[in-house]
């Protein structure tokens, strides 16, 4: 975009990723060229030298907590640091491909009324991950991004209409119901009305749930393909397995009870069961994956 006066506060949350994370900002400087960003790292208590950032990248704000706090909440640390009309999450293991501030900021500033805008995030592999979706429902479960039958049948009728991203021409920007928080850009004045993310989500689902907010409040969630970057998924949480499939089932639940009480309450047991099955499902996963490893 031309003549852009307008900054970015471009927040990253760390957890024993440091490797993953000097790379990142690596990336995010190498494509600036000349835009105006403020890069603010909050870290949850990581023990792999973390003042590694602050010497290769000084112009880096360092916030160091002493534990880890959860995504939500540090996230919200950081926004009540910055000032910026436009904030920028990502995760540390990620790299942005060139062109992507100019493309995804110029199209905010024509479109005032979205709130939040995802970009295309690929694989390693170039493969493009299904990051743009449907709000969960009871069936999400068993048919989500990374569930079994979806593995199993990636093709089926209940993945693709969750999964937004095989709908897209990868040019045109298309709105869609929640965009994932590995990257985001979204705009302060929306932040302003809607809140900020919801620290009842340790982690995992946040992104869901303030994607919702948005659409409440009358802001767009828009995918915007054009920018993209590229997202070595789960190397933190690949550190701590069961921890982390835990916390993702438990937000799961916690997101899709906010959002079904009253009435629906009978659809509860085929939630809690469709996220038991997935849960069992990744444990043993992982587990044929580490006999392998040792084989």
């Not at 910055?82 to 900021?105: E, H, K, M, Q, T």
């Not at 897209?168 to 009305?193: H, Q, Y």
């Not at 809140?195 to 915007?224: H, I, S, T």
């Not at 835990?246 to 009480?261: A, D, I, Q, T, V």
Request: proline content about 5%; aromatic content about 12%; overall charge positive.
């Amino acid at each position: 975009m031309d003549n852009i006066t307008n900054s970015v506060d471009l927040i990253i949350i760390n957890y024993n990723s440091t490797g993953y994370l000097l790379s990142c900002l690596r990336s995010i400087y190498d494509s600036l060229h000349g835009f105006p960003v403020r890069v603010l790292v909050q870290d949850n208590g990581s023990e792999d030298g973390v003042d590694r950032v602050e010497a290769d990248f000084p112009q880096v704000r360092l916030f160091k907590n002493r534990y880890n706090l959860g995504f939500a909440k540090a996230i919200n640390n950081a926004l009540e640091q910055g000032s910026a009309p436009y904030v920028v999450l990502i995760n540390p293991d990620s790299v942005v491909i060139d062109g992507f501030f100019p493309l995804i900021i110029g199209y905010m500033e024509k479109n005032p009324d979205v709130g939040i805008a995802g970009p295309k995030i690929l694989d390693k592999d170039g493969s493009v991950q299904g990051s743009a979706r449907t709000f969960p429902t009871p069936l999400t479960g068993l048919f989500g991004r990374s569930s079994m039958l979806t593995r199993l049948f990636p093709n089926n009728p209940f993945s693709r209409e969750n999964i937004l991203t095989a709908q897209s021409n990868g040019e045109t920007p298309m709105e869609v119901d929640w965009v994932s928080g590995a990257c985001l850009v979204v705009r302060r004045k929306a932040i302003e009305i809607v809140g900020p993310l919801d620290e009842q989500f340790f982690m995992y689902w946040e992104d869901a749930d303030w994607c919702r907010r948005m659409w409440e409040n009358g802001w767009k969630v828009v995918y915007f393909p054009k920018a993209s970057i590229i997202h070595y998924v789960g190397v933190s949480s690949d550190k701590a397995i069961l921890r982390s499939g835990l916390e993702f089932h438990k937000s799961s639940y916690r997101l899709f009870n906010k959002y079904n009480k009253g009435s629906r309450w009978f659809l509860n047991p085929f939630a809690i069961t469709g996220l038991s099955l997935r849960l069992c499902f990744l444990l043993i996963l992982n587990t044929m994956r580490n006999i392998n490893r040792r084989i």
